[in-house]
């Protein structure tokens, strides 16, 4: 039985949270290891300062709806072309499967159309079940690699030392 009682609260990320979102990513990347993709588990969190640039520009939330107060995931965004990327959304493997990561895609997607902005776009790994599979569950579709826009190019192509495993990029709205 889970020890929470969540309340669905997502906030802006402060600074102070920081370790914690670090800690949470360490966490989450652990599952790699059990579907063989260990260099995925062994890549490093954000580091502080990278985390500290999306919490300044306001492009970082938390869930924070653990009664007990703490940081159960994060998801940071980057304005792309025209919509919003997610850059990263993490779940602490200790609260995960309560709609954690999806309240945080959810926030992030009404934070892009209260700026104009009607897409929201990720990159991900097509054949892990907690990436692929479960963003098309949330309505993301996958957008051939014809069709990406130039910022979507460029990031697929600084990320192009994890194609080890089939890779890519969703799209809803």
């Known amino acids: 039985m889970f020890p929470y009682v969540l309340t669905m609260a997502v906030r802006a990320a402060r600074s102070t949270d920081i370790p914690r979102l670090r800690e949470i990513e360490d966490a989450a ?3 790699f290891r059990t579907v063989g993709m ?7 969190p954000p580091s502080a300062a990278t985390l500290a640039g999306y919490v ?5 939330w938390v869930f924070d709806g653990v009664s007990a107060g703490v940081v159960a995931g994060y998801l940071l965004a980057d304005l792309v072309d025209d919509g919003v990327h997610i850059e990263q959304v993490s779940v602490d493997p200790a609260f995960a499967r309560h709609g954690i990561g999806a309240a945080l895609i959810e926030h992030a997607a ?3 159309v209260a700026d104009g902005r009607t897409t929201i776009t990720l990159t991900t790994f ?7 599979p479960y963003y098309a569950r949330l309505g993301f579709t996958v957008i051939d ?4 826009s130039p910022g979507l190019v460029a990031i697929r192509a600084h990320e192009a030392g ?8 969703m799209r809803r709205g």
Not at 38 to 44: F, M
């Open 162 to 169: 994890l194609d080890a495993w089939p890779r890519v990029v």
């Open 29 to 31: 990347g652990e599952i």
């Open 126 to 132: 097509r054949d892990v079940a907690w990436n692929a």
């Open 38 to 44: 260990e260099r995925v588990a062994d890549d490093p």
């Open 145 to 148: 690699d014809a069709a990406l």
């Open 56 to 60: 300044d520009r306001g492009r970082a």
């Open 110 to 112: 009404r934070w892009g």
